[in-house]
């Protein structure tokens, strides 16, 4: 019984936090953005079309930080 409401308390801790991405556009690519493919970024999640991208962006931040407040 312990177990399932440690389950149940984890997944609606999940659930809550949750928070949507800042963009809809790949600032990388200029692609369509990917809910599942997220990072942070001054606080806010910043949805990119791929893994590459994501990795180019955590890279270097600052060269496409301007393209995430334009969506």
């Given at each position: 019984m312990?177990t399932?409401?440690?389950?149940l308390?984890?997944s609606l801790?999940?659930a809550?936090s949750?928070?949507?991405?800042?963009?809809t556009t790949c600032?990388?690519a200029g692609k369509?953005?990917?809910?599942?493919?997220?990072?942070?970024?001054?606080?806010k999640?910043v949805?990119?079309c791929?893994?590459?991208?994501?990795?180019?962006?955590?890279?270097?931040?600052?060269?496409?930080?301007?393209?995430?407040?334009?969506?």
């Amino acid at each position: 019984m312990k177990t399932m409401l440690a389950i149940l308390a984890l997944s609606l801790t999940s659930a809550i936090s949750y928070a949507a991405p800042v963009n809809t556009t790949c600032p990388v690519a200029g692609k369509p953005a990917k809910d599942s493919v997220t990072t942070k970024h001054e606080g806010k999640d910043v949805a990119f079309c791929c893994n590459g991208c994501k990795g180019k962006f955590e890279a270097d931040p600052a060269k496409y930080a301007d393209k995430v407040k334009k969506d």
